[in-house]
């Protein structure tokens, strides 16, 4: 849940790790305990969103403010009441917006989350594509499309320089409400969706710095790792063989470390991190067939696996 930000005294919130994880699958005995460590959770299942609706791009423009001067306006800074918005904008969550120097703010709030994103509300090269999901480098954001129709768009965290997120398609594989990284135990991935099993990699809630700063995961804020770990499909196995994957997860761009943050870049220029339809089509067209085939063959498995209705 998004809570109301900058009023009153802000208190400052626990330093975030600089890493994120690596999360190949755990053993039987390791998954039991966290399904039991859970079973006393209450999680409801994310309502299906609807398709994001089709609007003009609107004029936005964007500016710094100092931390001391939005905590001087208290609540007369109307960003206050938008957090979900500024969060977004600056590529980082509700806890690490509090510790930062200053923040990108948009001169309007109005208008809804996509439309200070960068990704389209329609990809026409999707249209036959059930579900499938865009992380970008580069814009450190990502895109959940049914169809070629937008369902959620937010931010994200992707790898350090050190240990990138290679750029290249992945499908969706197993799922665990919560794992714990084989490369440091202190790491907790909540919500945790892998797309490489012998690399580690995956998507799931953890802090977001406003930067690359993961193990070469994506790392996602709360509500969005919840709504994917719920939307996306897994693979499907038999006899420990992977016999139709899961959701196809398209990697794609650089990202320039030792430059400043790209998305700044909007200050100047509104349109900087646009991603046209055209773009996009254009960066999806080497990908469609394996994507199609692979949907086709998922298919086909499920109608051959479901009863004869009589």
């Not at 067939?289 to 009589?310: D, G, N, T, W």
Request: hydrophobic share 35%; charged share 20%.
């Amino acid at each position: 849940m998004i809570r109301r930000l900058f009023s009153g005294t802000i208190a400052l919130g626990l330093l975030c790790m600089a890493t994120a994880c690596n999360n190949k699958q755990p053993d039987r005995n390791t998954e039991h305990k966290s399904q039991a460590t859970e079973s006393n959770q209450k999680d409801t299942v994310p309502e299906k969103k609807e398709p994001v609706p089709e609007q003009k791009q609107a004029d936005i423009k964007y500016s710094f403010i100092k931390k001391k001067d939005w905590q001087n306006q208290k609540d007369s800074f109307e960003g206050a009441k938008h957090l979900d918005l500024l969060i977004a904008i600056n590529r980082v969550d509700s806890s690490t917006i509090k510790r930062l120097d200053s923040i990108m703010v948009p001169d309007r709030y109005d208008l809804p989350l996509n439309a200070y994103m960068p990704f389209p509300e329609t990809a026409e090269a999707l249209k036959p594509v059930k579900k499938m999901l865009i992380f970008s480098n580069l814009h450190q954001a990502f895109a959940a499309y049914e169809y070629g129709k937008l369902v959620i768009q937010g931010q994200t965290n992707t790898g350090t320089k050190a240990n990138p997120t290679p750029p290249k398609l992945y499908y969706c594989n197993w799922k665990a409400k919560r794992s714990v990284s084989t490369v440091n135990s202190s790491w907790i991935l909540n919500w945790n969706f892998n797309v490489s099993n012998f690399g580690g990699i995956g998507f799931h809630q953890y802090a977001l710095p406003g930067y690359p700063a993961s193990h070469s995961c994506m790392r996602l804020q709360r509500s969005d790792a919840y709504f994917l770990y719920h939307w996306a499909e897994q693979w499907i196995m038999q006899n420990d063989q992977v016999v139709a994957n899961g959701t196809p997860v398209l990697l794609y761009s650089e990202y320039p470390f030792g430059k400043p943050r790209p998305w700044f870049a909007l200050v100047e220029d509104p349109k900087a991190m646009t991603i046209t339809q055209e773009m996009l089509n254009d960066m999806l067209q080497p990908y469609l067939s394996e994507i199609l085939e692979k949907q086709k063959q998922r298919e086909a498995l499920v109608a051959k696996e479901q009863p004869v209705q009589m």
